[in-house]
């Protein structure tokens, strides 16, 4: 299998190469076969990065954004167009099923691109009178926005970072994941194919110093990263230092709370989706699901049936539901995990090894019986690993679900309709479903309260994190000075 890019990284619209740069190796989830051989980043060409994206970024905000938009829009048409080439191309990255790259990955990009491209002609200032003078305001671009992604959805989060960025008429310069890179370099190549003038949307590859050396340019005015929490933290304070503005999408521990009245299979379903989709390896998952004792037994059994069920395999085979893990490093935590789940006295309920030979495959697994204070319900695990938790009383519930860093989102299952808000209300989510779960579509803002994040991206909400206002008095009267 070979996946290898024409170079490692994309500057001012051109792949570029600069061999000095230390060895990144992708490998194929599903056989841990090497399919590229990328090199990070030098000083030098994250100073062509950045340099570039600051040449061309005074002309492209000055462009009216109904032009703007149709460059976007072009873009979402390729990738559509593309689609099949760009999912298996994901599928080899990260090693998700075929069947979930070809709907979710970057079709979910695509959207982002069109849903910005018509966002930005319609998104505009105020006009506030004031008697006889006036303020007016101006939404201006940041500059050059600086986009660190995740390795879970990395074409989605480049799309979804570079889409209201360039919409509103900010530069971007992307560092995606080092253990998925593939995807924003190809991102790069269809914005070309677009039309986006070069040095609009660069990308450089590395770990995390590549990363630290942007954040910490004084040419960029803003940061938006898709990582863990503690990564968040420093990537934050280091924004700080420099008060650049900051988008923080980072992980979660989310509960998914099913009360008896809830329909048992929608339940049943919601919960896979909100553990198995990925391999779990999804930072908004419910991964403490909360259950009311009375209908407890009956979901664990429906549930133990259908994960049993899940095919797994081969991710390019149209057929596996479930793929691999991302990485070697991954399969080892996620493991560790699951025997530590063990050892604290969780009931086993299916799963719980390794799947298929050959690659990082775990088993879909629920452990029944977790109680808060075990590792699985606290720590954000990232695979397959669903835990249970019982609960009797709706207070009860809340409080329990409630009581950690994370707040990223939340899920009710429920008949009672007068329940489900009232629970929504009173849960600290920043993303919260009512019998629906991991449903994100770019209409929608998504981010996370508490540790799990700061800002939106998606929906309306991210226009703020993209602009920033400019107010203008217009004095129409004789200027009254008291000297
Ligand atoms: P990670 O925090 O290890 O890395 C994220 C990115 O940050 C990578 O590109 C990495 O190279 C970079 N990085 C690391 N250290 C850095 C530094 N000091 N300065 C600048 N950049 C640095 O996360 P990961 O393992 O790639 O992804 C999994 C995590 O991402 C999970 O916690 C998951 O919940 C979270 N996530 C959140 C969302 C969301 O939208 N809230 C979406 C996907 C994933």
Same mark, same amino acid.
């Given at each position: 299998?070979?996946?290898?890019?024409?170079?490692?990284?994309?500057?001012?619209?051109?792949?570029?190469?600069?061999?000095?740069?230390?060895?990144?190796?992708?490998?194929?989830?599903?056989?841990?076969?090497?399919?590229?051989?990328?090199?990070?980043?030098?000083?030098?060409?994250?100073?062509?990065?950045?340099?570039?994206?600051?040449?061309?970024?005074?002309?492209?905000?000055?462009?009216?954004?109904?032009?703007?938009?149709?460059?976007?829009?072009?873009?979402?048409?390729?990738?559509?167009?593309?689609?099949?080439?760009?999912?298996?191309?994901?599928?080899?990255?990260?090693?998700?099923?075929?069947?979930?790259?070809?709907?979710?990955?970057?079709?979910?990009?695509?959207?982002?691109?069109?849903?910005?491209?018509?966002?930005?002609?319609?998104?505009?200032?105020?006009?506030?009178?004031?008697?006889?003078?006036?303020?007016?305001?101006?939404?201006?671009?940041?500059?050059?926005?600086?986009?660190?992604?995740?390795?879970?959805?990395?074409?989605?989060?480049?799309?979804?970072?570079?889409?209201?960025?360039?919409?509103?008429?900010?530069?971007?310069?992307?560092?995606?994941?080092?253990?998925?890179?593939?995807?924003?370099?190809?991102?790069?190549?269809?914005?070309?194919?677009?039309?986006?003038?070069?040095?609009?949307?660069?990308?450089?590859?590395?770990?995390?110093?590549?990363?630290?050396?942007?954040?910490?340019?004084?040419?960029?005015?803003?940061?938006?990263?898709?990582?863990?929490?503690?990564?968040?933290?420093?990537?934050?304070?280091?924004?700080?230092?420099?008060?650049?503005?900051?988008?923080?999408?980072?992980?979660?521990?989310?509960?998914?709370?099913?009360?008896?009245?809830?329909?048992?299979?929608?339940?049943?379903?919601?919960?896979?989706?909100?553990?198995?989709?990925?391999?779990?390896?999804?930072?908004?998952?419910?991964?403490?699901?909360?259950?009311?004792?009375?209908?407890?037994?009956?979901?664990?059994?429906?549930?133990?049936?259908?994960?049993?069920?899940?095919?797994?395999?081969?991710?390019?085979? =149209?057929?596996?539901?479930? !793929?691999?893990?991302? *990485?070697? $490093?991954?399969?080892?935590?996620?493991? %560790?995990? +699951? #025997?530590?789940?063990?050892?604290?006295?969780?009931?086993?309920?299916?799963?719980?090894?390794?799947?298929?030979?050959?690659?990082?495959?775990?088993?879909?697994?629920?452990?029944?019986?977790?109680?808060?204070?075990?590792?699985?319900?606290?720590?954000?695990?990232?695979?397959?690993?669903?835990?249970?938790?019982?609960?009797?009383?709706?207070?009860?519930?809340?409080?329990?679900?409630?009581?950690?860093?994370?707040?990223?989102?939340?899920?009710?299952?429920?008949?009672?309709?007068?329940?489900?808000?009232?629970?929504?209300?009173?849960?600290?989510?920043?993303?919260?479903?009512?019998?629906?779960?991991?449903?994100?579509?770019? =209409?929608?803002?998504?981010? !996370?309260?508490?540790? *799990?994040? $700061?800002?939106?991206?998606?929906?309306? %909400?991210? +226009? #703020?994190?993209?602009?920033?206002?400019?107010?203008?008095?217009?004095?129409?009267?004789?200027?009254?000075?008291?000297?």
């Amino acid at each position: 299998m070979n996946a290898q890019p024409k170079a490692s990284h994309f500057v001012d619209g051109a792949y570029v190469e600069d061999t000095a740069g230390a060895l990144i190796e992708v490998m194929y989830p599903a056989t841990g076969e090497v399919i590229a051989t990328l090199h990070e980043a030098t000083p030098a060409v994250i100073e062509a990065a950045l340099a570039s994206a600051k040449r061309a970024q005074g002309a492209w905000a000055a462009m009216r954004p109904v032009e703007r938009g149709r460059v976007l829009r072009r873009a979402a048409d390729i990738i559509r167009v593309r689609g099949a080439e760009l999912a298996r191309l994901e599928t080899l990255d990260t090693g998700k099923p075929i069947q979930e790259t070809v709907v979710a990955d970057w079709p979910s990009g695509a959207d982002a691109l069109e849903y910005f491209a018509g966002l930005a002609p319609t998104t505009t200032g105020e006009t506030i009178p004031l008697g006889r003078d006036f303020v007016y305001t101006i939404r201006e671009a940041l500059g050059v926005c600086v986009g660190i992604g995740a390795w879970n959805y990395p074409s989605q989060i480049a799309c979804w970072k570079s889409a209201p960025a360039l919409a509103f008429g900010n530069a971007m310069v992307f560092k995606p994941s080092e253990v998925t890179p593939l995807g924003a370099l190809k991102l790069a190549e269809i914005f070309i194919e677009a039309g986006l003038p070069a040095g609009l949307f660069n990308v450089v590859q590395g770990r995390g110093a590549v990363g630290g050396a942007l954040v910490t340019d004084a040419r960029v005015a803003k940061v938006s990263l898709t990582g863990s929490v503690p990564t968040g933290q420093k990537v934050y304070a280091a924004a700080a230092a420099g008060m650049r503005h900051v988008t923080m999408e980072l992980g979660g521990k989310s509960p998914l709370i099913v009360f008896d009245d809830a329909s048992l299979e929608d339940a049943v379903g919601a919960a896979m989706l909100a553990n198995f989709y990925s391999a779990g390896q999804v930072c908004s998952n419910g991964t403490r699901v909360f259950v009311q004792k009375g209908i407890k037994e009956r979901f664990l059994q429906r549930l133990a049936e259908r994960s049993n069920a899940i095919v797994m395999g081969d991710p390019l085979d =149209e057929a596996t539901q479930m !793929g691999p893990l991302v *990485s070697k $490093v991954q399969l080892d935590k996620v493991l %560790a995990y +699951v #025997q530590g789940a063990v050892a604290q006295g969780a009931r086993l309920v299916c799963g719980g090894a390794q799947g298929p030979k050959g690659g990082w495959f775990v088993q879909p697994t629920v452990f029944a019986d977790v109680a808060d204070g075990m590792t699985l319900a606290c720590e954000e695990v990232f695979g397959p690993v669903m835990a249970v938790l019982d609960f009797e009383s709706e207070a009860e519930v809340v409080a329990r679900a409630n009581d950690t860093q994370f707040g990223l989102a939340a899920g009710v299952f429920t008949a009672d309709l007068t329940r489900a808000h009232r629970v929504i209300g009173a849960l600290q989510a920043g993303t919260c479903w009512i019998n629906a779960y991991n449903l994100t579509p770019v =209409e929608s803002p998504f981010g !996370g309260v508490k540790a *799990s994040g $700061v800002g939106r991206e998606n929906g309306h %909400a991210a +226009v #703020q994190h993209y602009t920033q206002i400019k107010s203008v008095y217009v004095g129409l009267g004789p200027v009254d000075a008291p000297y």
